[in-house]
């Protein structure tokens, strides 16, 4: 028990009396408070140092700013983190789709990379990329502990897989011919059509920007040594599982250095896409040199077609569905009811029928039973006006597949499919 601080109490060489313990409990406290002040007083010069004090600039100057981005050198890493909620889709990926040309003569490096794409749709991924104008564009990241990578150097094209140790050799038939073809002369097969850059990401999302959507500035950041303005994209519609999508565009030259989406659900960032280190100078020409690693299994692309077969010169190969999932590519009927972020698109599943185990795997609609086990332990059911149904969630995409044969998705609320498919009905 702590003394009765009003007694009188003589005080002997090395005590300390009690009025002076009153004083230094005290003074600790204020102290600390003014620890406090000043460390309050040092926020603003701190908070300088991370987010730059930049000209003001209204949301529709920076989206223009962005459109006239025309960066064509540049390199640097891009880190991207994906959670989606969904489990780890490499091994999906493999199982689902086999890669292009899996069969005699074939190799599982596809030129379009579409598989291997699909692990960066889960984890952290760390993405080397370069470019040199729209002939030259390289493409890295770790799958597994190997690399895969695509490198467009002039009229080549190399995919590599390191997993398996083969490379696919294409050509470029747009390559020095700017402007030439449907991709701009930048070619089919290279790097600039893999969303893995914030830039493309951006471009997806300012696409939804209209009367349904708020598009404002909200501060400044230091992104990769640069300085940005942080662009904020937010739905006005309810029912939708997106919260806000964050881009920080690079003050100087207008190009996204990262790109953040915010599920209406809370918690860490769906996608988190960002340059860790960037740099706008001209790269190195040895950064495009493509030399197929000894040992590995180089095909060229023509040499492939569909399944992996023999082609016509010019044919590339293309990922197939596994043979248990084949005729499930058929989804037709597409209706799109809604708009803006609240769009859902209806369409029928094959053949008519709900995805089903119930005939072991026969049917146009049906999948094997392992399958069919797998896809219930993700989905819950669900019933309303419109029959029955299951629903397949992640922190984004959702999705209805009603026992009758149709599918409802989108970007939206479980409850807001049900309501869909009532509608609908």
């Known amino acids: 028990m702590a003394p009765n601080e009003n007694a009188a109490v003589t005080e002997q060489p090395g005590e300390v009396s009690p009025a002076r313990r009153k004083a230094a409990r005290y003074a600790v406290p204020v102290a600390v408070a003014g620890v406090a002040a000043a460390t309050i007083g040092l926020v603003p010069a701190l908070a300088a140092v991370g987010d730059p004090d930049l000209p003001k600039i209204s949301a ?9 981005s025309d960066t064509q050198q540049m390199s640097g890493t891009v880190k991207i983190t994906t959670d989606l909620g969904l ?89 020095g011919a700017p402007g030439s073809g449907k991709d701009g002369g930048k070619g089919h ?20 920007a209209g009367d349904t959507t708020s598009v404002t500035v909200d501060g400044t950041a230091r992104i ?8 904020v994209i937010k739905p006005k519609q309810s029912g939708s599982t997106i919260d806000s999508i964050k881009i920080a565009v690079d003050a100087q030259n207008g190009v996204p250095l990262k790109f953040t989406l915010l599920p209406s659900d809370g918690g860490k960032a769906a996608v988190d896409a960002g340059f860790t280190k960037v740099d706008f100078s001209k ?38 569905f596994s043979k248990e999932f084949e005729g499930m590519e058929d989804f037709n ?18 053949g008519g029928e709900g995805l089903s185990a119930s005939k072991g795997g026969k049917g146009p609609g049906d999948v094997p039973p392992e ?33 009758d044969g149709k599918v409802f998705v989108g970007a939206v609320t479980p409850d807001a499919l049900v309501e869909a498919a009532n509608s609908a009905k």
């Open 87 to 175: 489990p780890d889709l490499g091994g999906l990926a493999s199982g689902f789709l086999s890669g292009a040309g899996s069969g005699s003569g074939g190799a599982s490096a596809s030129p379009d990379a579409s598989s291997k794409l699909m692990e960066l749709a889960s984890g952290t991924h760390k993405v080397e990329i370069a470019a040199d104008g729209p002939d030259r564009q390289r493409m890295s990241f770790e799958s597994g502990g190997d690399e895969y990578s695509v490198t467009h150097n002039g009229a080549d094209v190399w995919t590599y897989d390191g997993a398996a140790n083969e490379v696919v050799h294409g050509k470029d038939a747009t390559a």
């Open 283 to 320: 790269p190195d020409a040895s950064a495009f040199d493509f030399t197929p690693p000894k040992g590995a299994k180089v095909t060229e692309a023509d040499e492939l077609s569909d399944h992996g077969k023999a082609g016509k010169p010019g044919e590339t190969a293309a990922p197939k």
């Open 224 to 231: 990769a040594g640069r300085d940005a303005y942080q662009l």
């Open 371 to 403: 399958a069919a086990k797998f896809l219930d332990a993700l989905g819950d059911k669900v019933k309303g006006d419109f029959g029955t149904g299951t629903v397949f969630k992640t922190r984004l995409v959702n999705a209805l597949m009603t026992d």
């Open 189 to 208: 097969q290279g790097p600039d059509e893999l969303p893995t850059t914030p830039k493309q990401l951006a471009e997806e999302a300012l696409k939804a």
């Open 60 to 68: 529709q100057q920076l989206i223009e700013k962005i459109a006239a």
């Open 333 to 350: 009927g597409l209706n799109v009811v809604g708009e803006g972020w609240a769009s859902i698109a209806e369409l029928k599943a094959p």
